[in-house]
């Protein structure tokens, strides 16, 4: 299995990135799909993860979106009005039979991470 997540960069505040990450070895469709992100010197936090529906941690409610394609395995995190608390390296990674888990435990497969820098 691998997951290669790419998308990450440089941005001002208030700006939108949108991370994608690309699967391969795994029944993709049967997978819950999950971005996580870890700050400087803090845990690996969820972010948001998707099966059929969607979950997000409150600190992206209202401006993140997951998506996923299943045709070509990949999922895609929009983020809009960044800030620089969201500055972090994010990461995707697949469960199965994750109901939509927010522990990085429930999930066994994880991508490289891509870094999001936000500037004030």
């Known amino acids: 299995v691998q997951l290669q997540a790419f998308g990450g960069g440089l941005v001002q505040a208030g700006d939108s990135l949108r991370l994608s990450c690309a699967a391969s070895?795994?029944?993709?469709?049967?997978?819950?799909l999950a971005w996580f992100r870890q700050a400087p010197g803090k845990e690996r936090e969820f972010v948001a993860a998707?099966?059929?529906?969607?979950r997000y941690a409150d600190s992206a409610k209202g401006r993140f979106a997951i998506s996923r394609d299943n045709a070509n395995n990949t999922v895609s995190l929009q983020m809009n009005s960044l800030e620089p608390e969201d500055t972090a390296v994010y990461y995707c990674?697949?469960?199965?039979?994750?109901?939509?888990?927010?522990?990085?435990?429930?999930?066994?497969?994880w991508g490289q991470g891509t870094e999001v820098t936000v500037s004030s």
């Open positions: 990674s697949a469960g199965y039979g994750v109901v939509l888990g927010m522990q990085t435990g429930e999930y066994g497969h």
């Open positions: 998707i099966y059929w529906t969607t």
């Open positions: 070895g795994l029944a993709f469709g049967s997978y819950t």
